[in-house]
Structure formats: structure tokens, C-alpha cells
């Protein structure tokens, strides 16, 4: 069975500093990870995925993620925080080729200080 | 990106009335979509899992009875909340995916949800 775990629920950074959203997983067949924001009644926007060719994804907006295989992490990142970055955001797994279901984190709540 | 919208994207209805609430798919074939509820403050928990022209798969506790799917055609779902409560007040958001010609699937493309509020 796989699942994804979210250390942190809310995290909140002044604007200019580093992002650090953690991500864990556990998965018995290799991973497709996957970086979502949702902002206030709105749907999901895909950031980024891992689909098991480079271990460093580039996103939209700035972002990136690592994946490490040896820590069953994939951390989401941005250099320099921006106010309008201020959303919730969730990680989510699913089995590799075949894409199944997605199974999501419970999700962390980005704070954007001025 | 492919595009999936949902209509309406608000609704306020009475106890124990029906409400339908339709998933689709503006720029692309959805071979599989997918229902999920988000109670406040949390994450997204998969309600079922719809093929085009077949039955709903539905997750452990949700009762099919009451979240009704139908799949009709490939750019279209519709979720219908049968005998809608109070507790049932939720953000339900679609998403849907398409399968390439080699038969792999896709990413799911999500809807921008549904916030239904029962009185």
C-alpha cells in the first residue's frame, strides 16, 4: 500500500526566505510523486511530478523537488518566498507505469509573512 | 494543461433534496474520472473512480446509493448527492485523465471543485 506523509501542517516563512515543504512516502512498486497547490475554493494545480527520470524536477513558479530514493523523500523548494505563494499545498503518490490512484498527504499550509 | 470545469461551482440547498453536480472535460477525452470530498482544513479523500460506459467504483464507506456517478460519455461525469444532509456539506472536486495511444494513462487534470452547503 502506499501513503504519503506531510510533516507539518502549517509552515509560515517572511517573504524572501527559503520554502522547505517535507514529503515523505512509502511505496512498494517504484513512485510517480506529485507537488499540488490549491489556493482559497479552488481546485488543484499541478506544481511538478517525478516520473522516474531526473531526481531533480523543476516546477512551475520557482518551485522544484528532489526525489531520494534512500530517505523515500520528496521535499518541495523555492529559493525566495513571494506573497501570492501563500496556499495550501499537497503531496500525492501513485504507482509508477500504471498511474493509479492518487493518494494525497493531508496537505500543508503555506504562510507568507511581509 | 487540459482543462476540466465543474458547474456550479457553488450550490445551497435544503435537507433532503437532490443536488447534481457535472465534471468535464473541455479539451480532451476523459477515459477515467475521479470524485473526491474535501472536508475543511483537510486533504483530498478519493469518493470513486468512474470508467466511461461502466459502473462507478466506489471507496471503502462511501454509499453508492447516496453519491450516484454516471459516466456517460468521455468528457462528461455527473455526481449527484441523493437526499442531501447537513453532513454531507463538503468540497467535492473532479479530476479527470485520459489514456495516450500506447495505452498509458495520463495525469489526472483537477476541476476547480464544487462547495455544496446543505441548510
Known amino acids: 500500500a502506499q501513503s504519503v506523509t506531510q510533516l507539518g501542517s502549517h509552515v509560515s516563512v517572511s517573504e524572501g526566505a527559503l520554502v522547505l515543504l517535507r514529503c515523505n512516502y512509502s511505496s512498494s512498486v517504484p513512485p510517480y510523486l506529485f507537488w499540488y497547490v490549491q489556493y482559497p475554493n479552488q481546485g488543484l494545480q499541478l506544481l511538478l511530478k517525478?516520473?522516474?527520470?531526473?531526481?531533480l524536477v523543476k516546477g512551475i513558479n520557482g518551485f522544484e523537488a528532489e526525489f531520494k530514493k534512500s530517505e523515500t523523500s520528496f521535499h518541495l523548494t523555492k529559493p525566495s518566498a513571494h506573497m501570492s505563494d501563500a496556499a495550501e499545498y499537497f503531496c500525492?503518490?501513485?504507482?509508477?507505469?500504471?498511474?493509479?490512484?492518487?493518494?494525497f498527504g493531508k496537505g500543508t499550509k503555506l504562510s507568507v509573512k511581509p | 494543461g487540459a482543462v476540466v470545469s465543474q458547474h456550479p461551482s457553488r450550490v445551497i440547498c435544503k435537507s433532503g433534496t437532490s443536488v447534481k453536480i457535472e465534471c468535464r472535460s473541455l479539451?480532451?477525452?476523459?477515459?477515467?474520472m475521479f470524485w473526491y470530498r474535501q472536508f475543511p482544513k483537510q486533504s483530498l479523500m478519493l469518493m470513486a473512480t468512474s470508467n466511461e460506459g461502466s459502473k462507478a467504483t466506489y471507496e471503502q464507506g462511501v454509499e453508492k446509493d447516496k453519491f450516484l456517478i454516471n459516466h456517460a460519455s468521455l468528457t462528461l461525469s455527473t455526481l449527484t448527492v441523493t437526499s442531501a444532509h447537513p453532513e454531507d456539506s463538503s468540497f467535492y472536486i473532479c479530476s479527470a485523465r485520459e489514456f495516450g495511444s500506447l495505452g498509458q494513462s495520463s495525469e489526472q487534470f483537477f476541476g476547480p471543485g464544487t462547495r455544496l452547503t446543505v441548510l
Open positions: 500525492a503518490v501513485s504507482e509508477g507505469r500504471s498511474q493509479g490512484n492518487l493518494i
Open positions: 517525478y516520473t522516474s527520470a531526473a531526481t
Open positions: 479539451d480532451f477525452q476523459a477515459t477515467t
